[in-house]
């Protein structure tokens, strides 16, 4: 199984903190992002996206990229302060390639505990728009970082 953790693009400042939009620099790094998956030739899995509206654009149009429109789902548990335990439990059951967008620190925070094999401390961070790579492997619980893509390398 393949985990795509994405980091939603960036977006303009303000508030209320859930109503806000990606900016020009985010549409673009989603795009690029966007682009060079479909190039990789990603297809297969669902997209989880946080309900916050940042993290929602950059899943559409990641979905949109991909050719994924109906594989969209709405997820409560991608917030930025939300816990990782209880997803974490869900993965374990899991064997499909799932994408998750959300937020840091939540992404990073997971990251970190899937590689770890456990708690301590977040050593994943994840630019804004940026996309890793983990699989899991032969035994339960065990994951590795196969790529991460940060939007600033591709322009």
Request: glycine share 14%.
């Amino acid at each position: 199984m393949r985990l795509y953790l994405v980091r939603h693009g960036t977006a303009k400042d303000g508030v209320p903190d859930a109503k806000r939009p990606l900016n020009k620099a985010g549409r673009k790094e989603v795009k690029l992002v966007g682009t060079c998956l479909r190039e990789l030739g990603l297809d297969g899995f669902e997209i989880r996206h946080s309900p916050l509206k940042r993290a929602a654009q950059t899943a559409k149009g990641l979905a949109k990229a991909l050719g994924r429109k109906k594989a969209l789902r709405e997820f409560r548990g991608l917030g930025p302060g939300q816990s990782t335990g209880a997803f974490r439990k869900q993965l374990s059951a899991m064997d499909k390639d799932l994408m998750l967008v959300g937020h840091q620190p939540f992404l990073g925070r997971l990251a970190s505990e899937l590689l770890s094999g456990g708690g301590g401390a977040d050593f994943v961070d994840f630019p804004k728009g940026s996309v890793a790579c983990l699989e899991r492997a032969g035994k339960p619980g065990s994951w590795t970082l196969r790529w991460l893509l940060d939007p600033d390398l591709l322009g």
